[in-house]
């Protein structure tokens, strides 16, 4: 079992950057497949990107393809979220989320066993 818990969110302006941290307790943290995914009010939880136990693979939603990117220190028990030109449609509670098994439809938020408490990003015209 992992526990997970977010950091870094706040309130940026448009075109800003922010990188969030997810730090992890536990020694088995890179036999751990790890997400990022965002909740906007009213709406459902959404993926935004993934990344492989050994950090050589990488995917992520379409809405944030070439501004975010996903990264983990397995010596540190963090996944990171670098986030660049950030765009109102970004203010959502990010959440990260860990899954012990490969494969699946990583997409889906049943797919994952594990989840932090989030943390809010609030991008502001």
């Known amino acids: 079992q992992v526990q997970l818990g977010e950091s870094g969110g706040g309130l940026v302006q448009v075109g800003d950057s922010l990188r969030l941290s997810c730090a992890a307790s536990?020694?088995?943290?890179?036999?751990?497949?790890m997400g990022w995914f965002r909740q906007a009010p009213g709406k459902e939880r959404e993926f935004v990107a993934t990344?492989?136990?050994?950090?050589?693979?990488?995917d992520y939603s379409d809405s944030v393809k070439g501004r975010f990117t996903i990264s983990r220190d397995n010596a540190k028990n963090t996944v990171y979220l670098q986030m660049n030109s950030l765009k109102p449609e970004d203010t959502a509670v990010y959440y990260c989320?860990?899954?012990?098994?490969?494969?699946?439809?990583?997409?889906?938020?049943?797919?994952?066993?594990?989840w932090g408490q989030g943390t809010q990003v609030t991008v502001s015209s």
């Open positions: 989320a860990a899954n012990p098994r490969s494969g699946g439809d990583y997409y889906t938020d049943s797919t994952w066993n594990y």
């Open positions: 536990g020694r088995t943290f890179s036999s751990y497949v």
């Open positions: 990344i492989t136990r050994s950090g050589g693979y990488t």
